[in-house]
């Protein structure tokens, strides 16, 4: 029985990994129409919150926004590391660039009390975001995955950031590309899983239980 147990407790523990949720609430005032040179920045630090050395294999936002017009906005998420994805990119714009006032992008509304998830397993593209929702009306919460639209930044994915480092200061940026709406950051939340370091050995103990307990079983002594 004590080696049959063995096997059982390592699998479950080796199915396991290090997971983490973060949250800021910065409530810091978005610089209308300032996006290239003055955006909000807020960090998250989840410095030993992990085992040193332990990498990305899984980041997902959610953004908590007060804001008049979705379509002045632009978002990036930057790693410890300075990788950078751009998570969103002034939804509904058909600017070239989209880094300028006109053509204006999706006039719904943000409000902090519907968060909005960034993920890549969501089904709606972050550039729809406000589609069909109607000028002045809120948009509900919901799941979107990056589009950067045309904006160019490290990576294209939150799958992207796998093998980067999980501990330090993951920073968000939010920008306002468009005069005359304005806004607020009011909260953020980060999640990250990172792989369990000892994942493997808790395994190979696994292993080694079975296998005493299957040599047992054919001998016919105890288990």
């Keep these: 029985m004590r080696n049959a147990l063995v096997f059982v407790i390592a699998v479950l523990v080796a199915g396991s990994a290090g997971a983490a949720t973060f949250q800021s609430t910065p409530s810091a005032a978005i610089p209308d129409n300032d996006g290239p040179t003055n955006p909000v920045f ?65 006039g719904s509304n943000l409000n902090s009390a519907n968060p909005i998830t960034f993920a890549d397993g969501a089904g709606t593209s972050a550039e729809d975001l406000g589609a069909g929702i109607g000028g002045g009306s809120d948009i509900p ?23 980067a480092q999980a501990d330090g200061l993951w920073t968000i940026q939010v920008g306002d590309y468009a005069a005359a709406d304005t806004g607020t950051l009011e909260s953020w939340v980060l999640t990250v899983l990172t792989p369990e370091p000892s994942t493997g050995l808790l395994v190979g103990l696994g292993l080694v239980g079975l296998g005493a307990w299957r040599r047992n079983a054919r001998t016919g002594r105890g288990v």
């Design 141 to 163: 919460a919901g799941s979107y995955y990056p589009d950067a639209d045309g904006w160019t930044t490290d990576i294209a994915t939150f799958a992207e950031f796998a093998g």
């Design 42 to 106: 807020d960090t998250i630090d989840t410095s030993g919150t992990f085992n040193p050395g332990d990498t990305v294999t899984f980041v997902e936002i959610d953004l908590m926004l007060d804001h008049t017009w979705v379509g002045d906005l632009a978002v990036v998420l930057r790693s410890p590391g300075g990788i950078e994805l751009q998570v969103m990119a002034r939804p509904g714009s058909a600017a070239p660039d989209e880094q300028t006032g006109f053509p204006f992008g999706d």
